[in-house]
């Protein structure tokens, strides 16, 4: 990475601390990802972007704020940035994916709590992460009671707009949630200064849904018999989604799509012929969270799609661009961000309901479902998933973990034994 030490130092931040951080970037790297054979060329730009992860994007962000503009931090797929982004906005999400910051975390929250959200806590105290510093605003979202009461702390040291995201899928919950879209508009308003109109937001919204729509491109690739890109490789993707420039990640991911494309042409795969192809769901993976996909994909299996916040939910379905006003464009917004299965809902028959199409589409082996330890929800939920996919015939692995490394021998373990009878 180049040498960001000044800008962290304006930033406020722990720079002897964050050093460390620094320092095995370069190794994990290495390790998860060059290491990887035949690897697309037009990886290259997400290499990039992850080499620099704490320097490029949040450069550019600094030079948006020094000219007055205004950045949004999130921490959740039912955000919608295409809100923030049409009032000049720049959203930018907040995933905390490292052990690294899970210590710092402890010091406000119970051990018992999510390793993402002890996270968040981490990154934002010990001062280790520039985007925690330069979001002007944080927006959070009811929706675990673990993160409820974590921004309740973050609000202590931030200024917090927390959305109240209903629990419930009935049509008058749909409307709730376009009233918090509204007055999420009316802050980012107030606080950038500019209007939402009419052309902004159906500009913006097209925007996004061009970036899901590069997504789904790449994810279809992924359905190949011949698989041209590697299920870690594309995590990586799907967790730059949530903080690049949304027209240039657009570009970059369909310039990498159009590289897919001929692989598939010439029957190139970055796996040997009969690899066993697994469908990951579950809670998200936050940067740098790539330790499930490295432990499966040095297990002799493929990951072929992820059905989770950094995956599917994140892109499947764009916001109908039929609205005319911004009170119907609002409406349409709610819609389609409804249209997530979060645990977080009761029911959330929905998302089973999706596992079982995706593992069809994707013609997998076997569902490996991941949860984070400590998240209630998901892991309650994970029951009914596995009972659900055993009477469609879909082979279902459940696994419990954390951001350590400790229990790494033993996953593989399990992960290598499921692979070998799968899919026969
Ligand atoms: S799992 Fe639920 S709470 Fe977490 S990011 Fe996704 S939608 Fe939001
Ligand atoms: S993984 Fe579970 S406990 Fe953690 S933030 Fe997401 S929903 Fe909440």
Redesign the pocket.
Known sequence: MADYHQMWKDLGMDVDNHDVLCNVLPGAIGDVFLSQENRPEKMDYFDFVLAEVHGVRPAELVDFREKGGKVFGTFCAYVPDEVIFAAGGIATGLCAGSQFWVPGGEKYLPAN??P??KAMLGARFDRTCPFYRLADVYIGET??D??KKAYEILGTDVPMHVMDLPQMKRDKDVKKWAEEIRELKALVEKETGNEVTPENLAENIKKINAKRSALKRLYDLRKEKNIPISGTDTLLISQIAYYDDPERFTQMVNTLCDELDQRVKDGVSVFPAGTKRILVTG??MAIPNWKMHNLIETSGAAVVCEETCTGTRYFENNVDESGKTVDEMIDKIAERYMGIN???FTPNTGRFDDVVRLAKEYDVDGVIDV??K?????DIEGATLEKRLQEENIPVLRIETDYTDADAQQLKTRIEAFCEVIGE
Request: proline fraction near 5%; charge should be positive; aromatic fraction near 10%.
């Open positions: 709590t999510c993402l959200i929706t675990c673990g993160k809670t998200p979060c645990a977080c949860t984070l400590f998240c209630q929800t998901y």
